[in-house]
T-cell receptor, first 117, second 116 residues
Framework: GAVVSQHPSWVICKSGTSVKIECRSLDFQATTMFWYRQFPKQSLMLMATSNEGSKATYEQGVEKDKFLINHASLTLSTLTVTSAHPEDSSFYIC?????????????FGPGTRLTVL | AQSVTQPDIHITVSEGASLELRCNYSYGATPYLFWYVQSPGQGLQLLLKYFSGDTLVQGIKGFEAEFKRSQSSFNLRKPSVHWSDAAEYFCAVGDGGSSNTGKLIFGQGTTLQVKP
């Protein structure tokens, strides 16, 4: 079946540094990817829609300058957490839409756990 | 705005017993509804989805869900739970109105524990 990967699976960084998380669709092309954030024992919150070749669309309340999204190719979207702070520590999950002739299917990556010290 | 509520944060059932996980949504028209399962170290896996048609939807791993418009519910059921079903379950509604844009609004999740 279709696979979406994320790299790294976990990362620890110091406060003030930037961290880049990659989301790849391994066996299909995805013009649309999504980035979610999940706090411990809580639900997934949609952060932004990543569109290949154009600017990302951010959800209300998400700082676009803090969470930079680049969808440079049909199989790769990156999320960069800039000037990370402890409150940015979370589980970040991406998903990719595989367009089908009759229906579209969304596949989720395994997530990236970010810890900011 | 659409919203999803999963009233049960944590449920424990015995292996072999039946299971029902509740999900209520808030949306004016017919929504796109989904159930996902999340296991540690793995991505969310789609169990089943409802777009239109038959209100009883069959999914993978023996799960089914029934869309009840009058109750704004989309409860997940399984007649006999296996120990491997222990995981976090999320109900979600599509945030695209009448079109499936892929944007999802998730419920708070229900943690399922299975007793031997």
């Amino acid at each position: 079946g279709a696979v979406v990967s994320q790299h790294p699976s976990w990362v620890i960084c110091k406060s003030g540094t930037s961290v880049k998380i990659e989301c790849r669709s391994l066996d299909f092309q995805a013009t649309t990817m999504f980035w979610y954030r999940q706090f411990p024992k809580q639900s997934l919150m949609l952060m932004a829609t990543s569109n290949e070749g154009s600017k990302a669309t951010y959800e209300q309340g998400v700082e676009k300058d803090k969470f930079l999204i680049n969808h440079a190719s049909l199989t790769l979207s990156t999320l960069t957490v800039t000037s990370a702070h402890p409150e940015d520590s979370s589980f970040y999950i991406c998903s990719a839409i595989r367009r089908g002739r009759r229906t579209d299917t969304q596949y989720f990556g395994p997530g990236t756990r970010l810890t900011v010290l | 705005a659409q919203s999803v509520t999963q009233p049960d944060i944590h449920i424990t059932v015995s292996e072999g017993a039946s299971l029902e996980l509740r999900c209520n949504y808030s949306y004016g028209a017919t929504p796109y509804l989904f159930w996902y399962v999340q296991s540690p170290g793995q991505g969310l896996q789609l169990l089943l989805k409802y777009f239109s048609g038959d209100t009883l939807v069959q999914g993978i791993k023996g799960f089914e869900a029934e869309f009840k418009r009058s109750q704004s519910s989309f409860n997940l059921r399984k007649p006999s739970v296996h120990w491997s079903d222990a995981a976090e379950y999320f109900c979600a509604v599509g945030d695209g109105g009448s079109s499936n844009t892929g944007k999802l609004i998730f419920g708070q999740g229900t943690t399922l524990q299975v007793k031997p």
